[in-house]
């Protein structure tokens, strides 16, 4: 058992929360039992080393079981150097550390995708973490980092992802000009998400939804910038009827991509 906080493979490991050391090792940081059971269940190849508490694998014994079935070896940890190596103050037993895994953007549209969700500059983690648990929860076919969005691999998008990073294609480090190139080409329309916009049900009821769809998401302050709204093929906002003065981004996008993903199964 791994019992000193301080030692030298503890500090490795709680290094790759901050992006120098991610992008000098080609690692990223995995924590919580969910998270470590898609990681196992659907991309075991990337898990370089897992450890866990006594008391975490007893208690999902499925976690243990799956880990053996995929030839990966557990190291037990106490819950000090658990919380010494992991981000957040509650891992919840559970630490890995994983090979990154990024996309190229040619590869996401060379197969043809019907329904593309693409992040510009947006920046916020937890936003860019539930976007891509709502594009794979929408049947998305994959999700698009372009300009200066957060890094895939922060260990908070990781946890707002809640695994569903292990599920779909997720393409980093692509300019914007060149992905609405390929989605064009790759016969879908582009949609921005905008305040400007079109009245979502609006369009919905004239079938605009219903063709294959790149959905553009901007920054969380400022949207998208006037040339990147003009590069889409038409603007669209989720219609607010309460009070309230605007919508998480998060949220928006996840009704957008839904509501295509309704066209496309009616």
């Not at 991610?22 to 196992?40: D, H, I, K, M, T």
């Not at 329904?115 to 936003?127: C, F, K, S």
């Not at 999700?143 to 890094?151: E, I, L, M, N």
Request: hydrophobic share 45%; aromatic share 6%.
């Amino acid at each position: 058992m791994l019992e000193n906080p301080r030692s030298p493979r503890v500090r490795a490991v709680a290094k790759l929360a901050k992006k120098p050391a991610r992008q000098e090792s080609g690692l990223f940081l995995l924590e919580g039992p969910q998270a470590v059971a898609e990681a196992l269940t659907y991309r075991p190849q990337l898990l370089v080393e897992l450890y866990a508490t006594p008391t975490a694998l007893e208690r999902y014994t499925d976690i243990g079981q799956t880990a053996v079935d995929a030839g990966v070896d557990v190291e037990f940890v106490t819950e000090e150097v658990l919380e010494s190596m992991a981000d957040t103050v509650t891992p919840q037993g559970f630490v890995a550390v994983c090979h990154q895994f990024p996309t190229a953007a040619k590869d996401v549209f060379a197969a043809e995708p019907k329904l593309v969700a693409i992040l510009e500059e947006v920046r916020d983690p937890g936003n860019a973490g539930t976007i891509i648990r709502a594009a794979d929860a929408a049947g998305a076919d994959a999700v698009v980092f372009s300009g200066r969005t957060v890094d895939l691999y922060n260990p908070k998008v990781v946890r707002s992802s809640t695994g569903s990073i292990f599920h779909l294609p997720v393409a980093v480090g692509a300019h914007l000009e060149d992905v609405l190139q390929r989605a064009r080409g790759a016969g879908l329309q582009v949609l921005a998400a905008d305040i400007d916009g079109e009245d979502l049900l609006a369009a919905r009821s004239a079938g605009v939804l219903d063709a294959p769809t790149a959905w553009l998401f901007g920054n969380e302050a400022r949207g998208l910038s006037d040339e990147h709204r003009d590069a889409a093929d038409r603007a669209i906002t989720v219609p607010i009827y309460g009070q309230a003065e605007s919508m998480n981004l998060a949220t928006a996008a996840s009704v957008c991509l839904y509501e295509s993903a309704f066209a496309h199964r009616s």
